[in-house]
């Protein structure tokens, strides 16, 4: 693939915490990652590419352009409202920071907190096998 890292490895930071190591331009890794978070079935909410971050919201799936409810959705009252989508949201941002020649990406619950552990090897994992 055109955007594709040329190199793609799962680390932690010194203090423990999962990093995804992308070895591409900005411009590249960020196409790669969101093209990654579409295919993992993650819904991106919001993004701001100057800022390097996607905002995603773990517990809803990817929105589909013109998706239709589906039979059973529709059956039992169609889609979900804003007040359950919100009340079940796990948002994130996944963050995509240029280091050298490469770029990392972290996942944070916010601007100051990092995501949980788990969490965020969840998203980086979903981000690295849809990489390429």
């Known amino acids: 693939d055109f955007d594709a890292p040329s190199r ?11 990093v995804l ?3 591409a331009d900005f411009d590249r890794a ?9 295919l993992a079935d993650v819904r991106i909410d919001d993004l701001n590419r100057s800022l390097g971050v996607y905002y995603i919201n773990l517990a809803e799936g990817a929105k589909k352009k013109g998706e239709e409810p589906g039979f059973f959705g529709s059956l039992f009252g169609g ?12 948002r994130y ?3 995509l920071s240029p280091v ?4 990392q990406v972290t996942v944070e619950k916010d601007l100051n907190t990092l995501a949980p552990a788990d969490v965020a090897r969840r998203v980086l ?3 690295q096998e849809n990489l390429g």
């Open 100 to 103: 050298g020649d490469s770029v």
């Open 125 to 127: 994992g979903l981000i």
């Open 8 to 18: 793609v490895s799962l680390s932690e930071d010194g203090n423990g915490n999962p």
């Open 21 to 23: 190591n992308l070895g």
């Open 93 to 95: 941002q996944v963050r």
């Open 79 to 90: 889609e979900p409202d804003k007040e359950e989508i919100e009340a079940r949201a796990e």
């Open 30 to 38: 960020w196409s790669g990652v969101g093209r990654s978070l579409e």
